[in-house]
């Protein structure tokens, strides 16, 4: 062995790229996350062959200040969290300032920015080098766009995991269904090879909000669902959204959504609670369908557990299971009063 060194800024940005930058769906992921932390209304995403090619993004939200563009692909660069604190009560999606570092170490990365207060728009452009990167006037109407071409052409360890383009767009996909269900009131646009795959209006009512469900997850879905809102006054815990009839499950699971104040999470707890409501009315093997949003004071649910932020933490897990499990137990007897029999609430 030889002597112990720092590793350079580089090597140690791919190796950290390994928890956040799996494939080209987890690169859509975090942008898409920064495009809403940004404010945007309207995000466009351009991908060529399932993304692995290239990935383009473009959104017209805040933008970046010049002086900030060599620091957005710094690891450990945010403007999201200035103490711990701001951990307790995080709003935005991005917090750990390493997603724009990881992914421009594994790809050739540009960025081009105009900020809502400037005048001009900027760029800059990584290769996957450790290199001062330079700053160069570019023509961009205000907001962000991010252009990430040849992903893992310098690893070609990852890149032998990557499956076919047609699996890893699905995988993309996927990734932008989940976050146009997380935020109604922004407009999507997905093309795969300059194909149209999704367009999606923001919905400000009710009505149009259940018609972007409809897209994303199928008519079939929202004609074979209940829709409910439950508040719980004393805990502040509120439950909403569409559940699927027991006649609509599926045989995999794989029309579940479960949003924690905006965030697209798995949680064992969660899983449990859903299925206990549905456990009389589903037949065995067969999985329910559902998009569901619980809103809860972000100082009770911690989101820095894991780097890809799918997991979280609830501070009172036992109060957050029961509320799911009642509510959705009590709207599914509703429909079948035979599956009240076991309601002890
Ligand atoms: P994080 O999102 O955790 O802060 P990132 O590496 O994803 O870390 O981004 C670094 C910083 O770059 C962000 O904190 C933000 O200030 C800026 N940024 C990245 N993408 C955008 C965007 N689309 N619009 C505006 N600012 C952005
Ligand atoms: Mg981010």
């Known amino acids: 062995m030889s002597r112990i060194h720092l590793l350079s800024p580089r090597l140690a940005n791919q190796i950290a790229a390994g928890e956040v930058v799996e494939r080209p769906a987890s690169v859509v992921k975090e942008l898409l996350e920064n495009s809403l932390d940004s404010g945007a209304s309207q995000v466009e995403i351009d991908v060529e062959q399932g993304g692995i090619k290239l990935i383009r993004l473009r959104d017209n939200g805040d933008g970046i200040e010049r002086d900030d563009l060599p620091l957005a692909l710094s690891r450990h660069a945010t403007s999201k969290i200035l103490a711990l604190e701001d951990l307790e009560a995080v709003g935005s999606l991005g917090f750990r300032g390493e997603a724009l570092a990881s992914i421009s170490s594994v790809s050739r ?5 105009r900020h809502s207060g400037a005048e001009n728009a900027w760029q800059v452009q990584t290769e996957g080098r450790d290199m001062e ?6 023509a961009h109407p205000q907001g962000t766009s991010v252009e990430v071409r040849d992903l893992f052409f310098n690893t070609p360890a990852r890149r032998k995991f990557l499956r076919t383009e047609q699996t890893e767009f699905k995988h993309l996909e996927e990734v932008v269904k989940r976050l146009a269900l997380s935020r109604s009131d922004v407009a999507f646009s997905l093309r795969h ?7 999606l209006r923001p919905a400000r009512t009710e009505a149009e909000h259940e018609r972007r469900i409809a897209t994303v997850c199928g008519p079939a879905f929202i004609d074979q669902s209940l829709s409910l809102d439950i508040a719980a006054e004393a805990s502040g815990l509120r439950l909403w959204g569409w559940i699927g009839l027991p006649t609509f499950s599926r045989s995999q699971a794989d029309l579940q959504y479960f949003f924690v104040n905006g965030r697209i999470i798995r949680d064992k707890l969660v899983a449990h609670a859903i299925r206990q409501a549905y456990q009389d009315v589903l037949f065995h093997g067969r999985h329910p369908a559902f998009v569901l949003y619980l809103e809860l004071d ?3 649910v911690d989101v820095n557990v894991h780097p890809t932020k799918h997991e979280v933490r609830f501070r009172e897990g036992r109060l957050v299971h029961d509320f799911i499990f009642r509510t959705l137990h009590r709207v599914i007897a509703d429909v079948r009063p035979e599956a009240a029999a076991g309601e002890t609430a």
């Open 133 to 138: 990167t330079s700053v160069t006037p570019a």
């Open 298 to 300: 972000p100082k009770l």
């Open 109 to 113: 990365l540009t960025l081009t920015s």
């Open 193 to 199: 090879n300059g194909r149209v795959i999704h367009q």
